[in-house]
């Protein structure tokens, strides 16, 4: 007999035969289409030594070398920028002055809802600015009002009785925010801003459409050399898992800092000594 859960009910012998049985189907459908996209890839000639001839040239590496560092210097300034302003925006929303307030729900909504590259492709073309702050500002308006958001709901997720308690002991209101309700919020927020975090990495890619030379316009500058016999495939092979390993190593910091937040001696559990019993009051007649 199975036992049942407070959720949901523990499959029996069927049910896990059933499901190993899916497990097993799902895992031959799997493999049969990566070896079908293997075959295609033998079959259009895309692992022949002409297509990946160019990466052993050292002028090929230094070019990629370079298109990363600019890639990690747009990002790195993307996402200061961001930060600094999602918090002067999430400030602003939640100040007690009105027009402060409102001005910064339409700032914040504004830049939210205004595609990134639109912003990226004004400030090239019509500011005349320069490819690599045209790509930051784009990405910082873009991501810092996104932020502004996750900042005010992580505060907002924090109990109303915290706020009240540190009210009630004469704190004024930057305290309560700096001591009480920004530390509480931190690990609620901090999977939203890495996600966030990890988009504006990504679109930093789209410094390549005013001629910023980062990542992917090295890329591209590969890809489409005749001499090399076009090699997309192999770029995009090479391209792809560094993106994805620095998108994967911000998720592991942003695991590291929660799990470091969990072991600091502020955030720990404190051991209480044991109530005693204390001296009695006189009873009064």
Not at 21 to 48: C, E, N, P, R
Not at 164 to 181: D, H, I, N, P, W
Request: proline share 6%; hydrophobic share 50%; glycine share 8%.
């Amino acid at each position: 007999m199975t036992t049942a859960n407070a959720l949901y009910d523990v499959p029996g012998p069927k049910t896990r035969k059933r499901h190993r049985l899916y497990g097993i189907a799902s895992t031959v459908v799997i493999l049969a289409l990566l070896g079908w996209i293997l075959y295609l890839l033998f079959d259009t000639d895309q692992f022949t030594y002409t297509k990946w001839m160019p990466f052993e040239y050292k002028g090929i590496q230094e070019l990629l070398l370079r298109g990363l560092g600019n890639t990690l210097k747009a990002f790195g300034l993307a996402a200061v920028l961001s930060l600094a302003l999602g918090t002067l925006l999430a400030v602003g929303r939640l100040s007690d002055h009105r027009p402060v307030r409102w001005l910064s729900t339409l700032v914040v909504e504004f830049f939210r809802a205004m595609p990134v590259l639109v912003m990226i492709f004004f400030i090239f073309v019509a500011l005349k600015v320069q490819p690599l702050p045209a790509l930051v500002a784009g990405l910082a308006l873009y991501n810092g009002s996104v932020l502004a958001e996750v900042f005010r709901s992580g505060v907002g997720s924090v109990e109303r009785g915290q706020r009240e308690a540190a009210f009630a002991l004469g704190m004024r209101k930057t305290q309560v925010m700096s001591y009480v309700l920004v530390p509480q919020a931190v690990r609620a927020m901090l999977p939203a801003i890495i996600s966030q975090l990890v988009v504006a990495l990504k679109d930093t890619s789209l410094g390549y459409l005013i001629t910023y030379e980062e990542f992917l316009h090295a890329g591209k500058l590969i890809a489409s050399n005749l001499d090399y016999d076009l090699p997309f495939i192999p770029v995009v092979m090479v391209i792809s898992p560094i993106y994805i390993g620095m998108c994967m190593l911000l998720s592991w910091f942003a695991g590291w800092v929660s799990r470091r937040e969990q072991r600091s001696p502020k955030t720990e559990a404190v051991d209480m000594a044991p109530a005693e019993p204390g001296t009695l009051l006189p009873r009064v007649q």
